[in-house]
Antibody, heavy 119, light 110 residues
Framework: QVQLQESGPGLVKPSETLSLICTVS??????????WGWIRQPPGKGLEWIGSIYYSGTSNFNSSLKSRVTISVDTSKNQFSLKLSSVTAADTAVYYC???????????WGQGTLVTVSS | QSVLTQPPSVSAAPGQKVTISCSGS????????VSWYQQLPGTAPKLLIYDNYKRPSGIPDRFSGSKSGTSATLGITGLQTGDEADYYCGTWDTSLSAGVFGGGTKLTVL
């Protein structure tokens, strides 16, 4: 059974960098069938696709966030990570990591972690 | 403003059928597969439909998906109170080179 678990600080100050890690179990991280990605959901709002990464490092990003987002992968640890720089209150959201199918849409999701941007 | 358009809410009585629409364009739904997700209150979304109409293992056949042109539809028959949730459509947008979701539809089972 594929399982994903997000970890990282729940509170980030404005203008700082949000950093999250997703640990994957039950799946071969270097399986060429899948991408891995991040989706977020502001409180009371809908889903927003942030970006995806292939185990080789090839990535795609939401154009509205591209200048601030870094997604990287560590196959030796079965982990991938998200960094979002220069955060503001608008970046407050539940952040989900997910396994993405060939169409780069999620099939398995982590439970999500709430990140609040506040001083 | 979401790239894909869904009605904010739908409702129906237990045992009835409901459909949820998802409208897009040729750069997304028109030329790519659509997925549907169910998000129960306080939980992560769950995949209901992929490749327009396919159901993952464990998803009952009360849930169905279809696509025509630049629109997709999720159908739910035999509504149960446990189906009350937010439902999202999603697809790849070739022009944006990114995934996109609809704004979500809240299903109320009266």
């Amino acid at each position: 059974q594929v399982q994903l678990q997000e970890s990282g600080p729940g509170l980030v100050k404005p203008s700082e960098t949000l950093s999250l890690i997703c640990t994957v179990s039950g799946a071969s991280f270097s399986n060429s069938t899948y991408n891995w990605g991040w989706i977020r959901q502001p409180p009371g709002k809908g889903l927003e696709w942030i970006g995806s990464i292939y185990y080789s490092g090839t990535s795609n990003f939401n154009s509205s966030l591209k200048s601030r987002v870094t997604i990287s992968v560590d196959t030796s640890k079965n982990q991938f990570s998200l960094k979002l720089s220069s955060v503001t209150a608008a970046d407050t959201a539940v952040y989900y990591c997910a396994r993405l199918r060939y169409d780069r849409l999620p099939d398995y999701w982590g439970q999500g972690t709430l990140v609040t941007v506040s001083s | 403003q979401s790239v894909l358009t869904q009605p904010p809410s739908v409702s129906a009585a237990p045992g009835q059928k409901v459909t949820i629409s998802c409208s897009g364009s040729s750069s997304n739904i028109g030329n790519n597969y659509v997925s549907w997700y169910q998000q129960l209150p306080g939980t992560a979304p769950k995949l209901l439909i992929y490749d327009n109409y396919k159901r993952p293992s464990g998803i009952p056949d009360r849930f169905s998906g279809s696509k025509s042109g630049t629109s997709a539809t999720l159908g739910i028959t035999g509504l149960q109170t446990g189906d009350e949730a937010d439902y999202y459509c999603g697809t790849w947008d070739t022009s944006l080179s990114a995934g996109v979701f609809g704004g979500g539809t809240k299903l109320t089972v009266l």
